[in-house]
């Protein structure tokens, strides 16, 4: 079972980048997913989230209309998160997570998967 985020990488303000979580390992298509991120020095602060059935997405306040998350429903599920008019305080590690119900993995406590990060800078 692994989760396994990718696409970070330096960006300018204002730029764009999407990053993705590759799901393998068992069926993920019933579980909820979101994305935390970490700062330099900061604590781990959710970011985005996504329903099973993607009918139902979920943004902290800080990126709601600049980040987009969805998902699909391959053979191993993917998800996304599409960013936009980025901000240098969006400079952090990103990690995705997937847990059983949407309200245990916006908590971030008792997660049953997390995925390894990936890093995102973005300069001024």
């Known amino acids: 079972v692994q989760l396994q985020a990718s696409g970070g990488g330096l960006v300018q303000a204002g730029g764009s980048l999407t990053i993705s979580c590759a799901a393998s390992?068992?069926?993920?298509?019933?579980?909820?997913m979101a994305w935390f991120r970490q700062a330099p020095g900061k604590e781990r602060e959710f970011v985005a989230a996504?329903?099973?059935?993607?009918?139902?997405?979920?943004y902290a306040d800080s990126v709601k209309g600049r980040f987009t998350v969805s998902r699909d429903y391959g053979k191993n599920t993917t998800m996304y998160l599409q960013m936009n008019s980025l901000k240098p305080e969006d400079t952090a590690v990103y990690y995705c997570?997937?847990?059983?119900?949407?309200?245990?993995?916006?908590?971030?406590?008792?997660?049953?998967?997390w995925g390894k990060g990936t890093l995102v800078t973005v300069s001024s």
């Open positions: 996504i329903a099973w059935s993607g009918g139902k997405t979920l």
């Open positions: 390992g068992r069926a993920f298509g019933s579980y909820s």
């Open positions: 997570a997937a847990d059983d119900t949407l309200v245990g993995v916006v908590s971030g406590y008792g997660v049953d998967y």
